[in-house]
């Protein structure tokens, strides 16, 4: 098998016609020698037949039933043969210099782990969770109680700036193959949203910086798997992540009457959530 330079995994459920808006803008790209693996996770609206018939060259994984992201993305692992890995959403539209600008970057920076490049929203407005704090207490409780994102979405540094950061979102993460199987690739316990603040504090925990470079963009239609599923597990989904998380990483570091105060401002967000999606 010849080893290509990138592999890009692309975790789809039931978004069939943005998906193949992704792949048209990723096989449009010729400066790079990259694959596509698309790991369907048991999608029941024709992705897995458009893939087949309209992108034959795409690897196409079958995982028969909704495994969630991390599962999803962990499910092509045996499949990548590259030095270099993009998990890329189904919900995306790459410009053609993202993959060998970010990729560049990566190769000229031996220090830095991860890199995404700046995410727009239809609108144009930068999609905030593209570079974000690591929830820590204080973060965490300034933004439950004060409203308060300065921190958690880096508003104080500019958006055009190159910049480390603690979490880069899942939508674009850029990283080296050799650290994926160093930090063991995604924490399966997360099934939808929190892998990707994971995977960025284990890729930190070995040494290695993360970087925000805006000088290249993709587009991010957004939430778009969320609203093919239109659950109450999906909007609370991330409540969820954010005290597995907690547990898992911060909660040996604090004392127990801090965690246990964030805990309890976790639950009050969890039931606002789910009283706000039955009442819609």
């Known amino acids: 098998m010849n080893k290509t330079e990138l592999s890009v995994i692309i975790v789809s459920f039931n978004t069939k016609d943005i998906l193949k808006k992704c792949l048209e803008s990723l096989i449009k790209i010729r400066d790079l020698d990259f694959e596509i693996i698309v790991s369907d996770n048991g999608s029941s609206d024709g992705s897995v037949e458009m893939v087949s018939s309209e992108f034959g060259k795409v690897k196409l994984i079958e995982n028969g039933k909704n495994l969630g992201f991390a599962k999803g993305n962990n499910a092509a692992r045996k499949y990548v043969k590259s030095d270099y890995v993009l998990f890329l959403n189904s919900d995306t539209v790459v410009n053609r210099s993202a993959l060998v600008k970010t990729v560049d970057y990566l190769k000229t920076h031996d220090d830095v782990g991860s890199v995404t490049c700046k995410i727009v929203l239809p609108s144009g407005q930068l999609d905030r969770d593209t570079r974000r704090r690591f929830p820590t207490p204080l973060v965490s409780l300034k933004r439950l109680f004060l409203g308060s994102v300065r921190d958690y979405w880096y508003l104080d540094i500019a958006s055009t700036k190159i910049h480390e950061v603690d979490v880069i979102q899942g939508a674009f993460h850029l990283t080296r193959k050799k650290i994926l199987d160093e930090v063991d690739w995604f924490d ?93």
């Open 188 to 280: 399966e316990d997360y099934f939808l949203d929190g892998e990707d603040i994971d995977l960025c504090w284990k890729i930190k925990q070995v040494g290695y910086k993360i970087v925000y470079y805006p000088k290249v963009s993709i587009i991010h239609i957004k939430k778009a798997s969320k609203e093919a599923q239109k659950s109450s597990f999906a909007v609370t989904s991330g409540i969820k992540a954010m005290e597995i998380f907690y547990r898992k990483r911060l909660w040996s570091r604090y004392p127990f009457f801090i965690n246990y105060l964030v805990i309890f401002g976790i639950k009050i967000l969890f039931v606002v959530r789910l009283i706000k999606f039955y009442l819609r």
